[in-house]
T-cell receptor
Framework: GAVVSQHPSWVICKSGTSVKIECRSL??????MFWYRQFPKQSLMLMAT?????????EQGVEKDKFLINHASLTLSTLTVTSAHPEDSSFYICSARGGAQGETQYFGPGTRLLVL | DAKTTQPNSMESNEEEPVHLPCNHS???????IHWYRQLPSQGPEYVIH???SNVNNRMASLAIAEDRKSSTLILHRATLRDAAVYYC?????????????FGTGTRLTIIP
């Protein structure tokens, strides 16, 4: 149980395009989902927290107009990187918590984004 | 958030037990101690968590000091697949608003 998936697992795009990443909780209802970013050889940095049906809460320094987060259902959250630039290239990871899982967060496998 | 301190790296021989320490001297009474690990190019994986008592599950054991200012993650018999970065994180149980703050963790290398 407690499986979280992400799609796509990797994406390459041209500078200036937008990229959407999906995060799904497969076997539980995720009342809260989190989005992280990880640069090479660094630790995970929380970008935003989203609760189903409400607006995401962004961490300081994260541009909410650039990283659009939607959490429209209890099993799906999306992160859209708008007008991506090479400095947005990173490993994006989502996590989810909810229901019987309590406060434990379960992570997706990550999406590697490369902006050319 | 209360901070944790872990060694940057550790090595262990395959098939031997591994003890990964974590100091959290500023822990408060409501902080849970969580351990996650991250294998290369993957998202973090939940390992174990506890509050006051020692905990065991199929992956590992968690030994918590009596004063709760430190804890130790125990892998009873390390395999090559246990090579990962291990994160010790404190979480206030706030049912809906917990945030995980990842430090640098301990990079565990398993020697065949």
């Amino acid at each position: 149980g407690a499986v979280v998936s992400q799609h796509p697992s990797w994406v390459i795009c041209k500078s200036g395009t937008s990229v959407k990443i999906e995060c799904r909780s497969l076997d539980f209802q995720a009342t809260t989902m989190f989005w992280y970013r990880q640069f090479p050889k660094q630790s995970l940095m929380l970008m935003a927290t989203s609760n189903e049906g409400s607006k995401a809460t962004y961490e300081q320094g994260v541009e909410k107009d650039k990283f659009l987060i939607n959490h429209a259902s209890l099993t799906l959250s999306t992160l859209t990187v708008t007008s991506a630039h090479p400095e947005d290239s990173s490993f994006y990871i989502c996590s989810a918590r909810g229901g019987a899982q309590g406060e434990t967060q379960y992570f997706g496998p990550g999406t590697r984004l490369l902006v050319l | 958030d209360a901070k944790t301190t872990q060694p940057n790296s550790m090595e262990s021989n395959e098939e031997e037990p591994v003890h990964l320490p974590c100091n959290h001297s500023t822990i408060s009474g409501t902080d849970y101690i969580h351990w996650y690990r991250q294998l290369p190019s993957q998202g973090p994986e939940y390992v174990i968590h506890g509050l006051t008592s020692n905990v065991n599950n199929r992956m590992a054991s968690l030994a918590i000091a009596e004063d709760r200012k430190s804890s130790t993650l125990i892998l009873h018999r390390a395999t090559l697949r246990d090579a990962a970065v291990y994160y010790c994180i404190l979480i206030i149980s706030n049912f809906g608003n917990e945030k995980l703050t990842f430090g640098t963790g301990t990079r565990l290398t398993i020697i065949p």
